[in-house]
């Protein structure tokens, strides 16, 4: 009975060798193939100056449009490895406020959009042409800052539709993709 025993624990014990080596195995030698990691990214966004009302709101063109003052939001990347993130333009909604509650939302189809990078304007055009919300698409290479100015403003085109009393309203997220 004793020999009976003192197998058994034998048995175990190399049962849990086995188990255990197998595992180190397959950590030292296969783990990591398939796992993406992802960077740390850091997004620092203006939260004052999101919302086109009538303080600012009349038609304007291009190049006037330059001389607004813009919403401003930075991208950052604190990870060891290149990252890939898009910026998004979502609309909004002000139903607490008084000043907003009984105003309609401006269309799309009635604004304009410069988005500038670094100071240089990288895009511009009506805001109805983004597609799926996304503004822009990018590469931030590691310890990298991107600093980006967005202005959105009435279209000159819209002078003879109805944007009165009307307001926008937006948020800008950005949303990072696997790592490159």
């Known amino acids: 009975m004793k ?7 034998a ?3 190399l049962f849990a060798f086995i188990f255990a080596a197998s595992i180190l195995w397959y950590r030292f030698f296969y ?8 960077s740390s990214v850091e997004v620092k966004l203006d939260s004052d100056s999101n919302t086109i009302d009538e303080d600012g709101l009349i038609p304007l063109d291009d190049e006037t449009a330059k001389l ?4 401003e939001f ?8 290149d990252a890939l993130y898009n910026v998004l333009l979502e609309d909004s909604i002000i139903s ?17 959009y ?3 990078l670094d100071g240089q304007v990288i895009k511009q055009g009506n805001l109805k042409d983004i597609k799926n919300n996304i503004l822009d698409t990018r590469t931030i290479s590691s310890g990298k800052t991107n600093n980006y100015q967005l202005r959105i403003y009435v279209s000159q085109d819209a002078v003879n539709t109805n ?6 309203h937006f948020n800008v997220n950005v949303k990072m993709e696997e790592e490159l």
Do not use: C, H, M
């Open 96 to 112: 607490d406020d008084e000043t907003y509650s009984s105003k309609e939302l401006l269309s799309r189809t009635q604004l304009k």
């Open 74 to 81: 930075s991208v950052k990347n604190n990870g060891s490895s």
């Open 68 to 71: 607004l003052t813009p919403y």
């Open 31 to 38: 783990a990591g193939e398939g796992v993406k990691e992802y």
């Open 3 to 9: 020999k009976f025993v003192l197998l058994t624990l």
């Open 114 to 116: 410069q988005l500038s």
């Open 163 to 168: 944007w009165q009393n009307k307001y926008y």
């Open 11 to 13: 048995g175990i014990a």
